[in-house]
């Protein structure tokens, strides 16, 4: 991988493939024995590798040897039970590309033997349902909860853990949720009409006498338990973008490694590049 990627040392992505190539031969060598969870994950790098090749210098051709190549590989990690997301990536391709219309020369046949492959995203389809309908009815039940407050923002959790929510003395249906204080902050003109923070500030007065009371001018605190190492917890964060390649035109990315500055700056650029596209395909 780090030949792949070039991290701490020379980008070399023959030499990686040359490697994992190597490791899956050595099955048939007695003499070399290879756990089945290196071959796995090799024939997983091989998939996501000749996929990414796939597509020819002008961007509008596909090179169908390297799409079947991915196709096998993803195929071979599937069926020795290793579903990874690159695995995934490479069946939900191949299953769009046999629904779109056929092109002449083809041989479409290739792709009848990748069972497990089809069978994995089959299955990855159904558990996607099942979350999406359990989210949605976590989501009906306090939707302030599971949705940054400020308008515009777009960024949504997976859990009510996953943002941050003010602490503030106001009503519990109207109590807002933010993915930063940067939110918060935005927010503050509009929330500070049903907050009542200074109610907070007399009460902790009342029990600390040095306590500074906090004016209306400022937002009050957002609550502590979501604010300690909520992102190295693996709290997730959802946000939309859009992809008019797509069914739809958009696309969820749901992460928990990525800030929600980030993922809006993503956003923002993605919708930029989706509206120059829209632009040139009118011309």
């Known amino acids: 991988m780090r030949k792949w990627t070039g991290c701490g040392t020379?980008?070399?992505?023959?030499?990686?493939?040359?490697?994992?190539?190597?490791?899956?031969?050595?099955?048939d060598d007695p003499e070399c024995s290879v756990p089945r969870k290196v071959r796995v994950h090799a024939a997983s790098?091989?998939?996501a590798s000749q996929w990414e090749k796939?597509?020819?210098?002008?961007?509008?051709?596909?090179?169908?040897?390297?799409?079947?190549?991915?196709?096998?590989?993803?195929?071979?990690a599937i069926s020795y039970g290793f579903t990874s997301p690159s695995t995934l990536y490479v069946g939900a391709g191949i299953r769009r590309l046999l629904n779109t219309p056929r092109i002449p020369g083809v041989d479409y046949n290739r792709f009848d033997e990748f069972s497990f492959s089809f069978e994995a995203i089959a299955k990855r389809d159904e558990e996607v349902v099942e979350i999406a309908s359990r989210r949605e009815a976590k989501v009906s039940k306090a939707p302030n909860a599971y949705h940054c407050a400020t308008p515009g923002?777009?960024?949504?959790?997976?859990?009510?853990?996953?943002?941050?929510?003010?602490a503030g003395k106001c009503p519990a249906e109207l109590k807002p949720?933010?993915?930063?204080?940067?939110?918060?902050?935005?927010h503050w003109?509009?929330?500070?009409?049903?907050?009542?923070?200074?109610?907070?500030?007399?009460?902790e007065q009342s029990r600390h006498p040095n306590h500074r009371p906090r004016t209306s001018n400022s937002p009050p605190t957002l609550s502590s338990e979501n604010i300690t190492d909520r992102r190295t917890k693996g709290k997730e964060h959802i946000i939309k973008w859009p992809a008019p390649a797509l069914p739809g035109g958009k696309v969820k990315v749901t992460?928990?490694?990525c800030s929600p500055a980030f993922m809006k700056d993503v956003r923002d650029i993605a919708t930029n590049e989706a509206r120059t596209v829209v632009r040139r395909q009118a011309a």
């Open 10 to 27: 020379t980008e070399d992505r023959e030499a990686a493939e040359r490697w994992w190539i190597r490791i899956l031969r050595a099955v």
């Open 45 to 47: 790098c091989l998939a």
């Open 54 to 76: 796939r597509i020819v210098d002008d961007g509008d051709t596909w090179n169908v040897d390297c799409v079947s190549r991915a196709a096998f590989f993803a195929n071979e």
């Open 153 to 166: 923002c777009g960024i949504e959790a997976t859990k009510k853990s996953g943002l941050l929510r003010c």
């Open 177 to 186: 949720s933010y993915c930063s204080k940067e939110c918060q902050r935005a």
């Open 189 to 203: 003109k509009d929330h500070r009409k049903v907050c009542n923070p200074d109610a907070r500030a007399k009460e």
């Open 255 to 257: 992460t928990n490694t």
